[in-house]
């Protein structure tokens, strides 16, 4: 698994933070409030309070050998902008940097961030999965337990129908629909078959589908 630096831990870092640490990752989570940091230091691998507009703080941390950097820093924009400046400037490759608006967040790209998230939009729960996995594409909650994922075919898939694969007694979730270009297989039979480069829709556990898709 990778390992991750949520800086800002309001409502919207905060659930990105846990949500990756429940998928397994080694998660660093910091902010200026003590309070903060105490209410997910028994969650989080690593929490920490510190001024993350300090290059010093920064580098203190080793950002750049995280997988991901999400700036999470919500009402302060000051300090939003400055800290991803700073990791760009660090050489972090991949900075996930949350917006207010569209003009926020075109400010944000042009100044090193990777990725743009605006909060109305995506919920933390789906940003952490889809950051996380290099093979999902899509994620909706449907519980705290529960989503429809949609992913590349794995590997292990290739060649297989989904009798063979049997994923219902295997991993506990079922098939949708299935993508092959430009045709959609929605509830797929036995006999459907998985082909490279298929995307497959699926229901289950969150546990599950996390198993199923790595």
Request: overall charge negative.
């Amino acid at each position: 698994m990778g390992s991750y630096a949520v800086i800002g831990l309001g409502r919207f870092g905060a659930s990105v933070a846990t949500t990756l640490v429940s998928l397994g990752h080694e998660v660093l989570g910091v902010d200026k409030s003590q309070k903060k940091v105490q209410e997910l230091a028994d969650v989080l691998t690593h929490a920490a309070a510190a001024d993350a507009k300090d290059e010093e703080v920064l580098k203190s941390f080793g950002v750049r050998n995280f997988d991901g950097v999400v700036v999470a820093i919500g009402q302060d924009i000051e300090a939003n902008i400055l800290t991803t400046v700073m990791l760009s400037d660090l050489g972090v490759k991949n900075i996930i940097a949350k917006a207010q608006t569209e003009l926020h967040g075109q400010v944000l790209q042009r100044v090193g961030a990777t990725r743009i998230v605006y909060p109305e939009k995506d919920m933390g729960v789906k940003v952490a999965n889809n950051i996380s996995s290099e093979t999902i594409l899509d994620y909706i909650e449907l519980s705290s337990d529960h989503s429809i994922v949609e992913f590349i075919a794995p590997n292990k898939f290739i060649g297989k129908t989904l009798g063979k694969l049997n994923l219902r007694a295997k991993y506990g979730i079922s098939i949708l629909a299935i993508k092959k270009g430009n045709d959609i297989m929605v509830a797929p039979g036995a006999e459907g078959l998985i082909e490279q480069d298929d995307l497959l829709v699926v229901v289950g556990g969150n546990s599950a589908i996390n198993k199923c898709t790595r």
